[in-house]
C-alpha cells in the first residue's frame, strides 16, 4: 500500500494525525495550519494594537515556549508591530523551577526577547519551599496559584508593558470549566472561558491558545525541535485540578472534540441577574492596592497567615474571613510593595489588529 499523501498539499507523505481535527497531514502544512489557526483567533479577538507592549508569561514548559516562538513567528509574518518581552515568575521550588528558568534563559537568547524574572522571595519574602514547609502539600496550590497571578502582573509593570498573553490552552480551559462546575463557582464560571480579561485595576491578560489542543502543542514542539523543560511541578501531584484533568482525558478518547465542546458549553453560560446581583464588587485591596472582592486581598491575607503562623486557617474561606476583620495585625508585618498599573503612552483611538482582507 503506498504512502498516504497529505490531505492539503496532496504532495508529501502525511506523517502526522492532527488531535483536534484527525486530518493526516505532512509536517510543514502542520506547522502552517496550527500557526494561521493561532493567527485567527488573534485577529478574530482583535488582541493586539500595533505598537503595544506584550509579556509572554514564560515558564520554560512546552505551552509558553511555543507561544513565545509562535507569537515572534506571527509578529514577524504578519506585521503585528508588537513589542515582546519573556516575563517569568521564580516560585522557589529547588529542582523545578529553578531548572525550568535556566531553560527560560536559552530561549531568551533563541528568541531575542527582553526577560524579566521576579521571585516570590522578592516580592513576598517566601519561597514555595519554605511555604511548602509550613503548610504540607495540602493546599499549597491555593498559595501559589494567587500569588503567582499578581506577581505576572507587577513584573508586567515593571516592565511597563500593556498586556500579558499565558499559554493557556484549549485542555487547561475545559477543566478549569469543570473544576468550576464541580465546586460550584458561579463566579469564575460566568468568566473562565473569556479569551481576554481585563479590570479597572488589573493589565489586560489573554489567552492566544483558547482554541489550541495540548496534544497539538506538544507535536509542535518537538517537530520544531523547540527547547522546553518537561519535568511536572513537584507539589502539584495532590491538586484539584488533576480530578478534572483526568476525566477530561477520558471523556477525549472516546470524543476529541469533547475539549472543544466544553469550552463551547461554558461560553454559552449566561449568569442571571439576580445572582450577579449576589456577588461581590471588585475594589482594591487596602494594604497593597491589588484588586480585590474584600478588604484585603487573597495574596496579604495568604501573606499574613504565613507570617503570623495561621497559614491553615487562612488557606479557607472562612478563615480569610476571620482574618480580613481583624484590624490588629502586628506592626512588624511583612507586606507585599504597593501596586500601581504602568501609566500607558498609547492612545486609545489606535485600532486592533485585524485579518488581512
Excluded at 479577538?45 to 508569561?57: C, E, N, Q, S, T
Excluded at 519551599?129 to 496550590?141: F, L, M, W
Excluded at 496579604?300 to 480580613?324: F, I, Q, S
Aim: glycine share 6%; proline share 4%.
Amino acid at each position: 500500500m503506498p504512502p498516504r499523501l497529505c490531505a492539503l498539499c496532496h504532495a508529501v507523505r502525511a506523517i502526522l494525525k492532527r488531535p483536534k481535527t484527525g486530518q493526516q497531514i505532512c509536517k510543514e502544512c502542520f506547522f502552517y495550519v496550527f500557526e494561521t489557526e493561532i493567527h485567527n483567533t488573534v485577529t478574530e479577538a482583535k488582541l493586539f494594537k500595533p505598537g503595544d507592549r506584550v509579556a509572554i508569561g514564560a515558564s520554560g514548559g512546552k505551552d509558553s515556549t511555543v507561544l513565545a516562538h509562535v507569537m515572534k513567528t506571527l509578529n514577524e509574518r504578519y506585521s503585528y508591530g508588537l513589542d515582546l518581552f519573556l516575563l517569568s515568575i521564580d516560585e522557589g521550588i529547588t529542582g523545578y523551577r529553578d531548572d525550568s528558568l535556566e531553560t527560560v534563559k536559552r530561549n531568551q537568547q533563541q528568541y531575542d526577547m527582553p526577560l524579566k524574572i521576579l521571585s516570590y522571595d522578592e516580592l513576598y519574602g517566601w519561597t514555595m519551599d519554605a511555604i511548602v514547609t509550613q503548610i504540607g502539600k495540602k493546599n499549597n496550590c491555593t498559595f501559589c496559584g494567587v500569588f503567582r497571578r499578581q506577581a505576572l502582573d507587577r513584573g508586567a509593570a515593571i516592565l511597563n508593558v500593556d498586556h500579558i498573553v499565558t499559554g493557556h490552552n484549549a485542555d487547561d480551559i475545559a477543566e478549569t470549566v469543570l473544576m468550576n462546575i464541580m465546586r460550584g463557582d458561579i463566579a469564575r464560571l460566568g468568566r473562565c472561558t473569556s479569551i481576554c480579561t481585563q479590570g479597572e485595576d488589573t493589565i489586560k491578560r489573554s489567552k492566544p491558545f483558547k482554541y489550541a489542543y495540548e496534544k497539538e502543542i506538544v507535536m509542535y514542539a518537538y517537530f520544531k525541535k523547540l527547547d522546553y523543560f518537561s519535568t511536572e511541578c513537584i507539589y502539584s501531584p495532590d491538586a484539584y485540578r488533576g480530578h478534572a484533568r483526568a476525566f477530561l482525558k477520558d471523556l477525549e478518547v472516546s470524543r476529541p472534540s469533547a475539549i472543544i465542546d466544553i469550552i463551547h458549553s461554558g461560553e454559552a453560560f449566561e449568569i442571571k441577574e439576580d445572582v450577579k446581583a449576589t456577588q461581590k464588587s471588585q475594589q482594591t485591596c487596602r494594604r497593597c492596592g491589588y484588586m480585590s472582592s474584600n478588604e484585603l486581598c487573597k495574596a496579604c491575607t495568604l501573606l499574613e497567615g504565613l507570617e503570623r503562623g495561621m497559614a491553615h486557617a487562612v488557606a479557607t474561606d472562612r478563615g480569610r474571613k476571620k482574618l480580613d476583620a481583624d484590624d490588629h495585625a502586628p506592626e512588624n508585618l511583612r507586606t507585599i510593595p504597593f501596586f500601581q498599573l504602568p501609566a500607558s503612552s498609547r492612545p486609545n483611538s489606535t485600532a486592533p489588529i485585524e485579518a488581512a482582507s
